[in-house]
């Protein structure tokens, strides 16, 4: 490990943590909306309207935050895990630097109000073409990090040819030839339809295929997202609380399987959509059930794991062994609590998944508290949780203060446990999402005395994610104390050794995840493509 | 790596498998109480209805003449445009036991179709037919949103369904 590939981390986790603290900030004005408080009369003209204030809340936070965070991460614990530096360091930062003019040309758009078109952009809505070529260029650039992965496992196997490649970068592997081969559905989408249509090059688009296209991506997303979460609990977390992971075998298999079907599902965002069969999406209902069988190996490998802790640190009973985890360690409780929220996460995705419960929740609030409890807990309050050491250990400096990290996470999980379950209740009762509630013609009575409630939850998120930075800032500039040393490994109980051998070969499971998507997806996308008039032309209507 | 082996007892192997076992049956249980109460309760998805020219949306005899017909005694069929930021017709009348269908584009960008509680969710594409159909049994009146985000006034876009007693 260089010297560079910290400073690169550090990099990508700083872009990712302003694009977090542009992401919260206007979350904050949207759950003052629906509570009844409009502050978007005082933003302007830097936030437009609401819809431009969400704008900006999807994109820098499910596409620049995650993004960013991710490909500084996985880098980093994939050549630990080697114990080698990445192949190619200069393509690292080559990549670093297309990504962040990628996201400079999005934003500027994106600022001038020119692409208040959700981070979903369907068209006929059109942005200004550079939000989409820079969003195309930062997808671009997570190639390239899958490519200088790719190299460093080939430089790795060529002196050790028996041996199982190390989990932490097996996972990360994994990961990334996942988005790689689920990103092309969403590099379609922009180089072929978005892009020659907003530089005028095509008269129309059609939104069916756009959608499509997009959802082809937009699931798996998901899983780009969960996937370097589940790696930080499977291989960080047992040895930060005191265990061993449970089974190295169990992980391998679990990624695999997600390897292979996180793709072929697409269809499950687009139950209501005109113009594709319900056999198909039948099909795709079927394969998003399959992907809840790696999900329960990840649960019980990661649970047992924090058992086999906490019962070293002398956790006892079937259940009362969990309060004996390491509560005091931010880094911990911020990732059990981000678990435990996603529990409800994973049981509202089976209702979303469900062909017919999806009618009645979709493009509801109950979506918005779903995705809250993923991308917005799971995800993120595992991130945060991994920033407490990984910060204080880039930066050379002791974490500021471990009880305002603590302090902080317990805040977020309590803001969440207010602001998640409201949502899912209100789209119960039919509340739309990605509306101005505070100003809709239909203001249901059943949701008024629930919308204060979405008002208080986002204020506690937005109190927590702010003691989250002044920590972040004071550990990086004042912070006193040695640094920490890097964490390492999780051992495991059940080890690499019985993981069968043909879980290290690529190109089998790659084939499979092809075939699979394949099967899925081509009857659909081929008479999509080959019917359309591309007749819809695009508007600006906001 | 020695040691490694002494840890991993036949019991945890056990451990694993029955794991995956149940892992394996939750999700075949759901699926197989999902299929059972999706067609057991005869809910059924929009799927391809036919494509129409988002351009000319009133040539095509569905949408000519957007409104409200009685296709059988009990039966009514809404011929339903979304356009910025209004449904045509915005207003709905059905008497009470009736079973609507819903027959919906959209002229410009893509809309939602949203009834709370009725099961009628639905998306609106430009140059797609959608269809959806729910039977209204309790008098009342229930609004029809635009559930997509479509442009500033996203949140104006509305109309409703009202269902009246049945006449005697």
Known sequence: MTRSEERLAAAYVFVALVALFGGVTTGLFQALEYAGVDIYPKLDPVIRSHYHSLTYHGVLNVLVWTTFFICGLLPFLAARSFGRPLANIRLAWGTFWLMVTGLIAAAIPLAANAATVMFTFYPPLKAHWAFYLGLTLVVAGTWLVTLNLALTWRGWRAENPQGRTPLAAFMSLVTFAMWSIASVGLAAEMLFLVIPWSLGLTAGADPLLARTLFWFSGHPIVYFWLLPAYISWETLVPRQAGGRLFSDPLARTSFILFLVLSTPLGFHHQYTDPGIHQGWKLVHAFLTFAVFFPSLLTFFTVVASLESGARARGGKGWITWFGKLPWGDPSVAAQVLAMILFAGGGIGGLINASFNMNLVVHNTAYIVGHLHLTVGTAVTLTFMGITYWLVPYLAGRALWSRSLALAQVWLWFGGMVIFSPTLHELGLRGMPRRTAIGHVAYLQSDWKALLPLVGVGGVLLFISAMLYFVNLVLTATVGRGPAPAMLAFAEATSGPEYAPAFLDRWRPWIALAVALIVVAYAPTLLRLATMTSFAVPGMRVW | ?168
């Open chain 2, 1 to 168: 790596m020695e040691r490694g082996v002494e840890r991993r007892s036949t019991t945890i192997y056990l451990w694993e498998l029955a794991w995956i076992l149940p892992s394996i049956a939750i999700p075949v249980g759901m699926l197989v109480a999902l299929g059972v109460t999706a067609f057991g309760a005869g809910i059924h998805l929009t799927g391809d209805q036919g494509r129409v020219d988002p351009q000319h949306v009133a040539a095509h005899p569905l949408f000519k003449e957007p409104g409200v017909v009685e296709i059988a005694p009990g039966q009514y069929e809404v011929r339903l445009t979304a356009q910025i930021w209004s449904f045509a017709p915005n207003e709905i009348r059905v008497p009470a036991g009736s079973t609507v269908h819903f027959w919906a584009t959209s002229k410009d960008v893509i809309h939602g179709l949203l009834v709370p509680k009725h099961n009628i969710n639905v998306m609106v594409l430009p140059g797609q037919i959608a269809h959806a159909q729910a039977r209204f049994d309790t008098p009342g009146e229930y609004p029809i949103i635009c559930h997509e985000y479509c442009g500033i006034a996203h949140h104006t876009m509305a109309g409703k369904i009202i269902v009246e007693e049945r006449k005697r």
